[in-house]
């Protein structure tokens, strides 16, 4: 493949083709998934399905009532660990049943792109609101959506805007909006972020309503030179002019590479990408769609080579295996991003999660393949074993009671990593357990304990950290 | 797209902030000669992230009324900050790190930075760990740079004990290097024991694709969790701390796990622990007063433990952090980024004291932050070659350039270490020059001799003895301080004596 035809469309749509995008764009599949996807084409499928628009969900409930509508208040204040776990088990549900659609993964995208942390906003109707706005854009304009996160009141409080007034400047957000939402380090100066600053004067939270507004005279009205340009800017200006620059649009296409290709952008690819967002004026629906169906993408370079995040790994499981999705189940879940170093909407810092070998560390690693063990051995919580059914499951595939083609069909639902047939026989060896390949069934009496054996090793492979 | 491009293509980006884990770079490849490792010592190191307010920390009471013209709101009183010299000051919250000051076993290190000043947390703190010029993109860090010399045989015969111990659960670039990253992370030392076992490693060759390297970095996690979780366990359960670390939070419990392993007998040379929460844009003295507290507490119970179990002589601390802040508060009560901030060095075996000046705050760079007096790769020269006991060349190498050691740590002359004897004697050029009012003076003798160093006017009148004795041959640091003297503005003779050897050269006072 030239470098020229990186963004063509790929010729073939066969099942590693409709695994791969599924591995990338959605939070775990079945093979049923894969079934549905091949029946449609390569277009319709991505653009009827995957990047389809969807309605909105509705908010999340605790105790019967709504609390995404209650004011920010110390009454309230009283509730909020309760309503926190109600929007992370919300939006675990979201990915747990969200279809088809590439939209949960895109929300997932932006707020790990516009980063805040509910530990420093502490509103947790403030943090819904944000996700709400991540998931109406997450397909949208990016231009409307910078604008729209600007003066977003969580993201006022986290990076100090509802603080940044006329009489006494403060950077934070001016900073980060052109370091790591848009332009990029080394495109901008520090006088260009003191400018900024000061264009971004003038916003502050009402605690009742839930929303922001303009206070004029905390806004600095006088004369600003931002990027080359001068005038009385507001914050609508500013962000025009940074996506005026040809950096932008390259900055936005590296951070979706990383995400959806690889971490280590190619700047080729990134350019060819770039210029059909411009082209698009930072739609991003078509970026998409061109991305998914891009011979690079589909490349054996990008195959398995992404190492899946906490929150893939962990709904992934649930999804394939159907585990149960109650909330004491979804609060192990949640536990158990904690200790992966994913504790939802809580990202490390500003810049958010850097993914990739970042997650992995002497203690991480050992941690998934605990978790992995522990959703085949069982977990008990109160007087319930979540577990999954290993014999159901194993009967799902039509190559149930053949050994070898059973191993085949398991390894590549659920390993996209091309396997070597070493770790085949290994595993292969694993299921029967000393017995002859042609005496396997899963109605024998230790099936059970054959596949469980077999599950857990299957997972505990490197390769099935790679998507 | 090959490898090869894609790494040029990554340097050649220069919008990304890249922080890349350990990618064998091939361009930073260079022979390894097979040295020593670590002489025994060991360094810990400590991250407050953020970007530390150095003004608040240490504090300039020679210049407070400045000082509380710029800090209306966030200015620590006057009577309520602790006193370390007539001139400098710390944090109330440091309060238990004066003892340690009046026994020698704190210094000071003023006015660290470096050239071109980044001010963003993640490029900053990328340069701080991989040691890079503000302009350069450099794919591993200075640890692991100096354990793979220290360590020339890893991966093939990897050491008994951890080469580098982080405590957290997330890899730090610090220990990225061409072999991966080398440090053994983990929370606490039983659970870690736990959670590996059952873990199997494998020597399968991944295929040559990216996702093949990807691959081979998860094997090498898994391999090095599965090699020393056992030896970490044995070594926790013997080690005995006996200080109590409760007023340093989880702060202070990532020092106990240290003084434990330490104690336990772990020759582990590099030990990483964090401390974060210093990103203070708003209401910043509330965060800044716990997180100090944090420090100072942990400190002195670390140092105590560390005498008390008899480690005292191997063992150095030092904090670091991506930038100080604005001198000026903003208007939220807090502080912006800045550029340079004081680091301290805690040890035994330090030449403990106020090095270097206050911040001038008559004199910021155009941001209004504070000019930096010291390169922090100085610094990094000075533990790799006086505390570990590298060669110039050998910390040249990690560094990649020459960096002027300073005068931090008492040199302790080791008969089992293979000295380095210079090839002749030289006297180099004073740094920093023009000064005020401290500089250093570095010579190299060849052989054993009679040395003096004095300081002349240029009258030719001698103001100052700086050495007067036989010494062995090595290199030296001396220092010159005009604290001592009436001198004013203007040029300076020193002269070096040592045998046969004499040279003189000139240095400039600017007051």
Same mark, same amino acid.
């Given at each position: ?154 993201? *006022? ?16 957000? %001016? ?23 000061? %264009? *971004? ?220 047939? %070493? ?45 | ?20 884990? @350990? ?46 013209? &710029? ?39 003023? @006015? ?17 760990? !991989? ?110 701390? &006996? ?74 601390? #030092? ?21 340079? #901030? ?48 590298? !060669? ?26 293979? &000295? ?92």
């Amino acid at each position: 493949m030239g470098r020229s035809g990186y963004l063509n469309k790929i010729s073939v749509w066969d099942a590693d083709a409709a695994r791969h995008i599924l591995s990338r764009s959605l939070f775990g599949f079945t093979q049923q998934d894969v079934d549905f996807a091949l029946s449609k084409t390569l277009d319709d499928f991505v653009d009827n399905y995957l990047l389809k628009d969807q309605p909105e969900p509705a908010p999340p409930i605790y105790n019967g009532t709504d609390w995404t509508i209650q004011p920010h208040n110390s009454a309230n204040q009283t509730n909020y660990t309760n309503w926190y776990y109600s929007l992370v088990f919300w939006w675990l549900n979201m990915m747990i049943n969200q279809g088809f659609s590439f939209r949960e993964k895109m929300v997932w995208f932006w707020s790990n792109h516009f980063v805040s942390e509910s530990s420093t906003v502490q509103v947790p109707q403030f943090i819904y609101l944000q996700n709400k706005l991540f998931r109406r854009y997450a397909l949208g304009n990016i231009i409307e959506l910078t604008k729209k996160v600007t003066i977003d009141p969580a993201m *006022l409080i986290y990076l100090n805007g509802n603080q940044n007034t006329k009489s006494s400047p403060n950077e934070n957000y %001016a900073r980060e909006l052109m370091e790591l939402f848009t332009i990029g380090i080394g495109n901008y100066s520090e006088a260009d972020i003191k400018q900024a600053a000061r %264009a *971004l004067t003038g916003w502050r939270i009402n605690n009742t309503t839930l929303t922001s507004y303009f206070d004029s005279p905390r806004f600095d009205g006088g004369t600003k030179t931002f990027l080359g340009q001068t005038g009385n800017f507001g914050y609508e200006d500013i962000v025009n002019i940074i996506f005026t620059k040809p950096a932008t649009a390259e900055f936005l296409c590296r951070k979706l590479y990383k995400e959806f290709l690889y971490y280590q952008p190619n700047e080729d690819y990134v350019k060819q990408l770039a210029e059909i967002m411009r082209a698009n004026n930072f739609n991003l629906n078509p970026v998409l769609s061109t991305l998914l169906k891009s011979q690079y993408f589909h490349s054996e370079d990008i195959r398995g080579a992404k190492i899946k995040s906490p929150i893939e790994l962990l709904v992934a499981a649930v999804k394939q295996f159907g585990i149960s999705t109650d909330n004491n189940f979804l609060n192990y879940i949640r536990t158990k991003s904690k200790d992966l170093q994913q504790e939802i909407f809580n990202p490390p810092d500003v810049r958010g999660w850097e993914g990739q070998r970042k997650w992995m560390s002497t203690t991480t690693y050992p941690s998934r393949n605990n978790y992995t063990d522990s959703i085949i051995n069982g977990v008990k919580i109160g007087s319930i074993t979540y577990r999954t059914d290993v014999v159901a499951y194993a009967r799902s595939f039509s190559s149930s009671e053949k050994a070898v083609q059973f191993v085949e069909d398991v390894t590549k639902l659920l390993i996209q990593f091309p396997l070597s047939q %070493a770790r085949k026989d290994f595993l292969l060896a694993t299921l029967l357990d000393g017995a002859a390949v042609y005496d396997w069934s899963t109605y024998d009496a230790q099936a059970k304990t054959r596949l469980e054996k077999f599950f857990k090793a299957l997972m505990r492979l490197p390769e099935f950290q790679l998507s | 797209m090959k490898r090869r491009e894609f790494l040029h293509n990554l340097a050649m980006a220069t919008g990304v902030t890249i922080s890349v884990a @350990g990618i064998p770079i091939k361009a930073f490849a260079r022979p390894f000669m097979n040295i020593q490792s670590s002489s025994g010592k060991i360094l810990v190191l400590i991250q407050l992230k953020g970007g530390n307010d150095g003004l608040n920390t240490v504090i300039p009471l020679d210049q407070y009324s400045i000082y509380i013209s &710029k800090r209306p709101n966030l200015k620590i009183d006057e009577n309520l900050i602790v006193k370390l010299t007539d001139a400098t000051g710390v944090h109330p919250a440091l309060a238990p790190l004066k003892p340690l000051f009046d026994e020698g076993k704190l210094t000071v290190i003023q @006015g660290v930075g470096y050239p071109n000043q980044n001010r963003s947390h993640f490029r900053s703190t990328d340069i701080w760990l !991989t040691a890079s010029d503000s302009d350069k993109y450099i794919f591993d860090g200075w640890v692991g740079r100096y354990l793979l010399k220290a360590f020339p045989d890893y991966p093939n015969i990897p050491p008994a004990h951890p080469m580098a111990i982080q405590i957290g659960s997330v890899q730090s670039g610090l220990f990225d290097s061409q072999q991966g990253g080398l440090a053994v992370a983990f929370d606490n030392p039983d659970s870690f024991y736990q959670l590996v076992n059952g873990i199997s490693a494998d020597a399968d060759p991944p295929p040559a694709t990216i996702a093949g390297d990807e691959l081979k970095f998860l094997k090498e996690v898994a391999a090095l969790s599965v090699k020393y979780a056992s030896v970490i366990k044995e070594k926790a359960d013997k080690g005995n701390p &006996k200080q109590d670390y409760s007023k340093g939070g989880t702060f202070g419990g990532q020092l106990k796990i240290i003084a434990d392993l330490i104690a336990g007998g772990l020759e582990t040379p590099v030990y990483l622990a964090t401390l974060d929460g210093f990103d203070t844009h708003a209401n910043q003295a509330n965060t800044h007063q716990t997180l100090l507290s944090r420090l100072g507490e942990s400190l002195k119970s670390f140092q105590a433990d560390l005498e008390q179990l008899g480690f005292a002589d191997k063992v150095v601390v #030092l904090t670091f952090s991506e930038f100080g802040r604005r001198v000026t508060e903003n208007g939220s009560l807090g502080t912006d980024h800045g550029a340079a #901030l004081p680091m301290f060095l805690v040890g035994k075996n330090i030449q403990a004291g106020i090095f270097g000046l206050n911040p001038d705050l008559t004199n910021l760079d155009n941001n209004g932050d504070v000019k930096f007096l010291y390169d922090f790769r100085q610094v990094y020269a000075t533990m790799l070659k006086d505390h570990f006991g590298m !060669t110039n060349q050998q910390v040249k190498d990690v560094l990649f350039k020459d960096f002027q050691t300073l005068p931090l740590l008492k040199l302790i002359t080791n008969v089992e270490d293979e &000295k380095e004897i210079p090839a002749q004697f030289t006297l180099s050029q004073n740094y920093p020059n023009p000064f005020n009012p401290e500089t250093v003076i570095n010579y190299q003798l060849s052989a054993f001799s009679f040395v003096t160093l004095k300081v002349y006017d240029v009258l030719g009148k001698e103001v100052a003895t700086l050495v007067n004795e036989y010494q062995q041959p090595g290199e030296y640091n001396s220092q010159f301080s005009i604290r001592n003297y009436q001198l004013s503005s203007g040029v300076y003779f020193y002269q070096l004596r040592a045998g046969n050897f004499v040279e003189t050269k000139k240095m400039i006072l600017q007051k």
